[in-house]
């Protein structure tokens, strides 16, 4: 009797214990994190405290980053501001979704970041600057078909008037004005948004897309103007001699931006912390490109330089997916974020999407080690105040080389860690021919794979039916 006793109890207890693995099974499936996306415009990688910048402290995001993945080698893959943004919430190359450039619509019939969230049964929200529409900067974007599948709409297309900065409000056609420096006023509206959905039993997946650092760079509020002077600025050595008078002075004023950004970014974290939605979203922080600034004689983006093609990278990640923190090699591309962040999500990614999803990468069950391709579609000349031989170009960026070819044969070739500045260009080098060759060939090989022939940028852009000035550039109108 004894041991029918003992019997009995010992199949309860594994009865039991099957039973609370099943349950902890069950709740690890229906774990469904929020998402938040942190969105800056004109970042380059290089500009903070973790970077190692010497201007400018970002203690904020310092402390993100040591709580987070960090891809220290993610790239813009097409480094202007419509194409990052068309790619990341449709999780394609700009030559599949057609943004390749500034001021033009994307296909309302895309199937993008928002609308794949709300089937998945998210609340989606946006905030900030959009630039996907192309029917004028400061107009109204109605909604439906053209916001793309966001629910919460608080967003403007397209301004840098940061203290006058128009937006429009979910369903309400009135323009409206973000009360005084915008960076603060949509942190304030992001903050509003997360708190009014800690109650709620949907998860929240929401865009924060602000229009800092990217210039005029002395529009930061006072308070942060002083914490940055000209005199007191050091200059990457790939500055030329006549432009650094001016470039120290944008510097400042673009670090005055990006000190007011981090102080966001960590009231954002503690809201989160306070609510008790920290361990529960994942944060990812990033920008659309980086910002020249005087390295190479040029200023913006579009380049397939460093200071224009990378960008800063977190990924904050609640700590029951199980993915450890650090520094990742990876040379994570704008077409990778969305199917990424779907798969952590446990939604299914469409077939639509041509991004790599780096789920496994991230959990060291798969290894990734592939160059990331950069494009550009239109000669850039009229995006810098210097001329420096715009061109069209296609690209490879590996965790230690730059390549890019232009439509007259190769035009670039970096050692980034024998010449991190960029300075010395190796095409044509001798003793470098046969790392050229493998570059052309594995860039080559990247393009026939996609499809992509590398015509001139006007046959794209006459395909797609865009009108264009004498520029090459869509006009647009406020």
């Given amino acids: 009797m004894t041991r029918v006793i003992l019997l009995i109890f010992s199949s309860l207890m594994l009865l039991g214990c099957n039973s609370e693995k099943q349950s902890k099974t069950l709740e690890s499936q229906q774990f469904r994190p929020n998402v938040l996306v942190i969105l800056t415009d004109q970042w380059r990688a290089q500009a903070t405290g973790y970077a190692g910048d010497p201007n400018i402290n970002t203690p904020h995001l310092d402390r993100l980053a040591s709580r987070s993945v960090n891809f220290k080698n993610a790239v813009s893959g097409m480094p202007v501001c419509s194409p990052f943004r068309a790619s990341l919430i449709t999780g394609q190359r700009p030559l599949t979704h057609g943004i390749f450039m500034n001021d033009v619509q994307l296909d309302t019939a895309a199937v993008t970041f928002g609308k794949i969230f709300s089937k998945a049964g998210y609340d989606t929200g946006y905030i900030g600057k959009w630039h996907l529409d192309g029917h004028g900067r400061l107009s109204l974007i109605p909604p439906g078909k053209r916001r793309q599948g966001f629910d919460f709409w608080k967003a403007n297309e397209c301004t840098h008037d940061y203290n006058h900065s128009v937006y429009y409000e979910n369903h309400d056609p009135e323009r409206k004005i973000w009360e005084g420096y915008d960076t603060f006023a949509q942190t304030v509206a992001a903050i509003d948004y997360i708190v009014g959905k800690k109650t709620e039993e949907k998860p929240f997946s929401l865009i924060l897309s602000y229009g800092t650092p990217h210039a005029p760079y002395q529009t930061a509020p006072e308070a942060y103007q002083k914490r940055f002077h000209p005199d007191s600025i050091q200059l990457r050595e790939n500055v030329p001699e006549d432009m650094k008078e001016q470039v120290k002075k944008d510097l400042a004023g673009y670090y005055a931006h990006i000190a007011a950004l981090d102080d966001m970014v960590g009231k954002l974290i503690l809201n989160l912390k306070e609510t008790g939605q920290l361990n529960n979203t994942i944060i990812v922080f990033t920008s659309d490109h980086g910002d020249l600034l005087g390295s190479h004689g040029a200023y913006k983006k579009q380049q397939p330089y ?173």
Avoid at 360 to 368: M, V
Avoid at 414 to 420: R, S
């Fill in 306 to 478: 460093d200071e224009s093609v990378r960008v800063p990278m977190l990924w904050h990640i609640p700590e029951r997916l199980g993915i450890a923190t650090g520094k990742k090699d990876a040379l994570l591309n704008s077409e990778d974020i969305l199917p990424t962040l779907l798969a952590l999500c446990d939604i299914p990614i469409p077939e639509t999407v041509e991004g790599i999803n780096y789920k496994g990468y991230l959990e060291d069950a798969e290894n990734i080690d592939r160059a990331a391709l950069i494009t550009c579609v239109q000669p850039f000349g009229q995006w810098n105040r210097v001329q420096y031989g715009g061109r069209e170009y296609r690209g490879l960026l590996t965790q230690r080389y730059t390549y890019a070819r232009d439509l007259n044969g190769p035009w670039l070739l970096f050692d980034n860690e024998k010449d991190p500045y960029q300075m010395n260009n190796l095409v044509g080098n001798a003793e470098y021919t046969d790392l050229q060759s493998e570059l052309e060939n594995r860039l080559s090989a990247r393009l026939k794979e996609n499809g992509d022939e590398f015509l001139p940028g006007m046959t794209y852009i006459q395909e797609w039916g865009y009108p264009v000035d004498s520029l090459g550039t869509v006009p647009y109108s406020e």
